[in-house]
């Protein structure tokens, strides 16, 4: 009897640091990092751009970006006209993605396009522009090989610090 009494004390001990080890892999957490870019362009339209990105075993391993479109009051009296066209052309050049993946929201001087990345996806960012030769018009560029857009895709590997340099390099801010 004294024999199983000597065994339980450290079948415990290993039972507790068991369930320890297995609560720090459970609680430790993925590199974060956030960045921003702000551009406002001559007819007063402003783009602003958030991408966050969680890091695991130095590879994107979910993503969320929100774009977010405000136009002048200018191009707010037309009943939504401008608005409209922006949301489906947006609408539209997310096509690809998964119906899940992206929502739509449109306010009274804005359009916020919120796109959650997680499987094997590919995102464009710094893609739109507008012009004004006789009309307002979108341009939005679907060319990933493209010198000025930044191409990111689940999986590709980056460290933290890698992330936010190719960022800060293409003139995001990050933290």
């Known amino acids: 009897m004294t024999r199983k009494k000597g065994r339980i004390f450290p079948m415990i001990i290993t039972i507790i640091l068991i369930v320890i080890i297995i609560y720090l892999f459970a609680t430790i957490k ?54 409209n066209s922006i949301k489906f052309a947006i609408k539209e050049s997310y096509e690809y993605l998964p119906k899940k993946a992206v929502e739509l929201t449109q306010e009274s001087d804005r359009i916020i396009a919120h796109i959650t990345l997680s499987d094997n996806e590919t995102i464009i960012l710094n893609n739109i522009e507008f012009e004004q030769p006789n009309d307002l018009q979108i341009k939005i560029n679907a060319n990933t090989k493209a010198k000025d857009v930044i191409t990111l895709k689940i999986k590709d590997s980056y460290t933290e610090g890698e992330f936010m340099t190719h960022m800060k390099n293409n003139g995001y801010s990050c933290k």
């Open 30 to 83: 993925q590199p974060y990092v956030e960045c921003d870019k702000k551009v406002t362009n001559d007819l007063g339209i402003q783009i602003l751009e958030n991408v966050k990105v969680n890091l695991d075993s130095n590879s994107i391993d979910k993503m969320e970006v929100t774009k977010t479109i405000i136009l002048p009051e200018k191009y707010l009296k037309e009943e939504k006209k401008y608005l």
